[in-house]
C-alpha cells in the first residue's frame, strides 16, 4: 500500500491511497489481552521487503515511542512521536494517542501528518475494545486534507454500524469537498465523488491482511539485547505454555532488572539517553522526536512477502 501511495501520478490519487494505508493501520483490538509494558530503550528492528523499520521506547513515564522507518527503493520515509494518555471514566477507559505522525514521499516532495484514533475498551455493560474519534490527515505541499470519524460502538451494536468510519477529503484552501468516505474500517471502505457521484472501494481489509506474515529471526546473531523479541523472550515462552507462575517471575524479573539499572543511573547522577532517536517535549508541541540516523538498515528481523 506504501508502494501504490508512492507510484500513482497526480497528488489527489496519491492523497486517497495515503488515506487508505492509514485505515490499513487499525487492527480490531482483542479486550482482556493486555500487551507488554515496554521498558526504557526496548527496541523493535524489522524488515519487510525494501521497508526497513525501528522503533525504540523513548520514556517510561510517560511511555513515550518513537519509529522511524525508511524504504530506499520507493524514496519513502515514516517518522513517528507517539505516547498514550488513558482517560477513566467508570465503565470505560479511553486511551488518547499523542504525537505526530509523518509520512514522506521524497520522490514528490510531499509530507503527510496524521493522528491516531482513540481505542476505548468498554468494562460494561458489553465488555469490548475498538478505535474511536477523529483523525485528520493534511499535506500541505497540496493543500489536501482529510477528515475521518470512527463511530463507537452502541452497548448493543449492530452488524451493519460495527466499527463504521465516514469522512470527507477536500481542498483546505477552498474547503470543497472532493470526496465523501464511507464504510468499515474492518471490512471495506468505500470513496464517492461528490461530482460524479461515483463511488470506488479504496479499501478492503480481508484483501489486505489475509496472507499477512509473522515477522521470523533471520540473523539471531545480529538482534539487539533490548529487542523486544529478546527482553520478553521468556516471558513469552512461559505464556505459551500457560505457565502462569513462571511467568509471572519472568515478568517481575524484567521489571527489576530497569529499577537496578534505574538506582544505578541515580547513584552515578547520569542521565538515560536514546540510542536512535533525538526527543524533546514542550508545552507548546508535546514529544517529538527525529532519528539520528538518515537512513534505518536492514533487520534481522524480517516479515516474510
Given at each position: ?64 515511542t518513537?519509529l522511524?522507518a525508511?524504504d ?8 513517528w ?23 514522506k ?47 463507537a ?73 533490548s ?17 502462569w ?16 539499572l ?44
Open positions: 500500500m506504501l508502494s501504490k501511495c508512492n507510484s500513482l501520478e497526480s497528488p489527489l490519487e496519491r492523497f486517497t491511497a495515503v488515506v487508505a494505508w492509514s485505515i490499513s493501520m487499525n487492527r480490531p483490538p482483542v479486550f482482556g489481552s493486555a500487551p507488554y509494558n515496554p521498558v526504557l530503550g526496548e527496541t523493535h528492528h524489522v524488515s519487510r521487503g525494501n521497508l526497513n523499520i525501528l522503533l525504540e521506547q523513548v520514556s517510561h513515564h510517560p511511555p513515550v518513537a522511524h525508511t530506499e527503493k520507493e524514496n519513502i520515509e515514516i517518522i512521536c507517539q505516547h498514550p494518555a488513558p482517560k477513566f471514566y467508570g465503565a470505560s477507559v479511553e486511551a488518547e494517542v499523542h504525537g505526530r505522525r509523518q509520512l514521499l521524497l520522490n514528490h516532495n510531499e509530507t503527510y501528518e496524521m493522528n491516531s484514533p482513540k481505542l476505548c475498551i468498554r468494562f460494561l455493560p458489553v465488555p469490548g475494545a475498538d478505535w474511536v474519534g477523529n483523525v485528520k490527515i493534511k499535506c500541505y505541499e497540496t493543500g489536501l486534507e482529510a477528515e475521518l470519524f470512527y463511530k460502538n452502541p452497548f448493543i451494536a449492530l452488524r451493519r454500524n460495527h466499527r463504521a468510519v465516514k469522512g470527507k477529503i477536500y481542498n483546505s484552501s477552498s474547503s470543497k469537498i472532493l470526496y465523501e468516505i464511507d464504510g468499515h474500517w474492518d471490512r471495506t471502505v468505500s470513496l464517492k465523488d461528490v461530482n460524479n457521484g461515483k463511488s470506488t472501494i479504496i479499501y478492503n481489509a480481508k484483501e489486505v491482511l489475509t496472507g499477512l506474515k509473522a515477522p521470523i529471526v533471520k540473523d539471531l546473531e545480529e538482534m539487539w539485547p529487542e523486544s523479541a529478546a527482553v520478553w523472550s521468556e516471558v513469552s515462552q512461559y505464556i505459551m505454555r500457560q505457565d507462575e513462571k511467568a509471572s517471575e519472568a515478568k517481575k524479573a524484567v521489571e527489576e532488572k530497569q529499577r537496578k534505574l538506582r544505578e543511573r541515580e547513584s552515578a547522577g547520569e542521565t538515560w539517553v536514546p540510542k536512535h532517536f533525538t526527543v524533546t517535549c514542550n508545552k507548546e508541541r508535546g514529544w517529538d522526536c527525529s532519528s539520528i540516523k538518515k537512513v534505518v538498515p536492514p533487520a534481522p528481523i524480517v516479515v516474510p512477502l
